[in-house]
């Protein structure tokens, strides 16, 4: 079966299960998680390739699980961009493309009935758990050949796969290969499968209505059990077609100057920002190496030594262990190393949440990690840095590898990948070697100093840079209240780079104990933050961890806030405090956000009525805070998402 696939395509071949040969009358099932793209696409590729061989009809199937490590609005934000793409490209090719998104009322096992119907699976390869553990399941329950296809890399897993313990030596072991795959072009498949039209084991998402409109979309994503807080990041966004315009914007004008230009973070352009396009799926690592390739300059060669060696070099040597989160994966010198410093002291110990929310005791490192938790991205120049300072400030090597990992995976765009998990691994000292002398805590694992990258960088501007809001330009929210409720809503905002001020409410002030078993019945992305915060202040009451929650958050007294008229025969008026016009209100008692904006002056003076006379604090945190926080996030997915990413033009021979 395998044999008859071109040469490329056999290259990135392998079969999950012992079945080698297609008997079944089913479809050709090709099942995407992370190769969400139809320009070479190896996967889509060869189940055209077999379904015309064997005559069968073809099914491209997409389905976003919630049981992805740190799941989210951002995450599957990001998912259903992809599959919006794929929905128009897979029918400009002719193939019929369905979508499944796990949700409440919809968590049918799909894949089990395909195993039982189709005649092969032919699915994209991601090396890592959960989808490895995903993949075996139902290659071991198939009654029909599931193949997996090399879909990220320019070396095929698939042909190398071994794990190098230096980025130069797999450099050297793989320049042939390389060389002679570089200068290939990727042939397309001329030819046009059956489509599938068959019954399916569920409903298919009607991409046109309730992904592509942004409205019906975050209530597709309102049944899903994710974290709501992880708020998706407005400015960019995914899919096929943006991220080849995002490539070649980028070699049109930037690639020129990246090797003077990429390691300066306080300059955005100076790199291509491609990672999460590359994690996702939605670009070919192919195409853009060959494309890099014929350019031929000394930036253009230094952009293929961090994609084709840096990048690959991570995914072979993830794709070669089974347990590739274990620090077990550290060289001996390394864990010998971190064995020896164990009791060193620790200057500062931060809490989980201290460090996860910016509160370090370093302003570049703070900065590294807002711009994680607002915008989904940190600099490729500063993830070293950033990585290697988090040892500095945990117990232990276990307790700094799983915080930097999560951290990482939990908000960046291209989080939840090999290159991730090799990047905190490396700042650990995974493909490096030892520095000496030792010295505290790091021993001799190499040091990256913050304050001499510092330093280096031009602080303001990069500052100014991680600062920028994103929220809409001159607008700002108020949380009005004292409870947990109220306070946690505008923590998310605040950590969400929103403007937002909180205003204490003062006729309202429940008090009571944060109970472990209140705990307990709160999602766990909210349990450990509460957990985190009652550790630190070593008490369970309600105020007081209020209290902390708003640390930091602008704070206002209703008296900061302002009715201005807009001076038309409507009799419209803003709500403002100083710079900032108020868009919506945050009160626990209340379903929805006030809205604020374009209102009547005597509506305004109603809503400032409520402010002042109406109980604010909310009581029950386990039945409200989780309801509420999705109000609040389908509120501001209102307000934020509309319009607020930017338009790349594309061509369609990009495609």
């Known amino acids: 079966m395998l044999d008859g696939l071109p040469s490329h395509l056999y290259d990135r071949a392998r079969l999950a299960n012992s079945i080698d040969q297609i008997s079944r009358e089913g479809p050709v099932i090709v099942w995407l998680k992370s190769a969400l793209r139809v320009h070479e696409n190896p996967a889509i590729d060869i189940g055209i390739t077999l379904a015309i061989q064997y005559q069968r009809p073809l099914l491209i199937y997409q389905a976003i699980d919630e049981r992805y490590p740190h799941a989210s609005l951002r995450h599957h934000n990001m998912l259903l961009d992809g599959a919006q793409d794929l929905h128009i490209g897979c029918k400009d090719r002719g193939l019929r493309y369905v979508l499944h998104v796990a949700r409440d009322g919809n968590r049918q096992s799909v894949l089990k009935s395909f195993g039982d119907t189709a005649s092969c699976i032919v699915t994209d390869l991601f090396p890592l758990p959960p989808w490895t553990r995903w993949v075996k399941t139902v290659a071991e329950a198939a009654s029909c050949p599931v193949i997996e296809a090399d879909c990220h890399c320019v070396i095929p897993m698939t042909m190398f796969g071994k794990s190098v313990d230096r980025p130069f030596k797999f450099r050297d072991a793989t320049k042939k290969m390389r060389k002679r795959l570089v200068q290939q072009n990727w042939p397309k498949v001329v030819d046009s499968a059956t489509p599938y039209d068959g019954e399916l084991p569920f409903t298919p998402i009607d991409v046109k209505t ?32 943006v991220s080849l315009a995002k490539w070649q914007k980028f070699l049109d004008k930037n690639l020129g100057g990246y090797a003077r230009r990429r390691n300066n973070a306080a300059d955005p352009e100076g790199v291509s920002r491609l990672s999460a ?76 949440h201290q460090i996860e929310y910016a509160r370090s005791p370093n302003q570049l490192w703070n900065l590294c990690q ?24 945990c117990v232990d090597l276990e307790q700094s590898l799983e915080r ?13 990948d090999p290159s991730s998990i090799a990047g905190i691994q490396w700042c650990h000292g995974l493909f490096d070697r030892p520095f000496f002398p030792s010295l505290p805590v790091m021993g001799v694992v190499r040091k990256r100093d913050l304050e001499t990258h510092s330093s280096r960088l031009d602080m303001g501007k990069y500052a100014d840079y991680i600062n920028r809001s994103t929220s809409p330009d001159g607008q700002a929210y108020i949380a009005y209240g004292s409870d947990i409720i109220t306070c946690y809503a505008a ?28 705990l307990g019945q709160l ?118 998402v509309i319009d607020k990413a930017p338009n790349y033009p594309v061509q369609t021979k990009l495609i």
């Open 523 to 640: 999602p766990q992305h909210i349990s450990d933050r509460l957990r985190s915060i009652a550790s630190k202040i070593q008490s369970n009451n309600s105020l007081l961890i209020s209290k902390d929650l708003v640390r930091g958050i602008p704070r206002a007294e209703i008296t900061d806030l302002t009715i201005t008229t807009a001076g038309d025969s409507k009799g419209q008026a803003n709500l403002s405090i100083g710079e900032y016009d108020i868009a919506a209100i945050f009160m626990t008692s209340h379903e929805d956000l006030l809205r604020a904006g374009d209102l009547a002056e005597a509506e305004l003076d109603n809503l400032m009525h409520k402010l002042t006379d109406e109980p604010a604090d909310g009581g029950d945190i386990v039945g409200q805070l989780l309801p509420a926080l999705w109000r609040l996030s389908e509120a501001l997915w209102s307000f934020g």
């Open 210 to 241: 309730q992904v592509s409109v942004a409205e019906e979309r975050i209530k597709l994503l309102r049944d899903c059990r994710i974290d709501p807080t992880v708020l998706p990041v407005w400015q960019e966004r995914g899919g096929e077609v």
């Open 491 to 518: 923590r998310v905002m605040h950590d969400n780079g929103i403007h937002v001020y909180h205003v204490e409410a003062n006729n309202s002030r429940d008090e009571y104990e944060l109970s472990d078993a209140h």
């Open 370 to 393: 807002q711009s994680l938790v607002r915008h989904g991205e940190l600099h490729n120049n500063l993830r070293m840095t950033w990585g290697k300072a988090v040892p500095q400030w």
């Open 277 to 352: 396009a590359f994690h996702y799926g939605f670009l070919s690592p192919m195409k853009v190496a060959r494309e890099a390739s014929a350019i031929g300059t000394k930036s253009a060669d230094k952009y293929l030594d961090e994609l084709l060696i840096f990048r690959e070099h991570a995914w072979h040597h993830v794709v070669s262990t089974e347990t590739p989160y274990c620090s077990s994966n550290l060289p001996h010198w390394a864990i010998e190393s971190w064995n020896n410093t164990a009791d060193d002291p620790r200057p500062v110990i931060l809490s989980s």
């Open 404 to 416: 930097a990992q999560k951290y990482n995976d939990k908000y960046a765009l291209d989080g939840r």
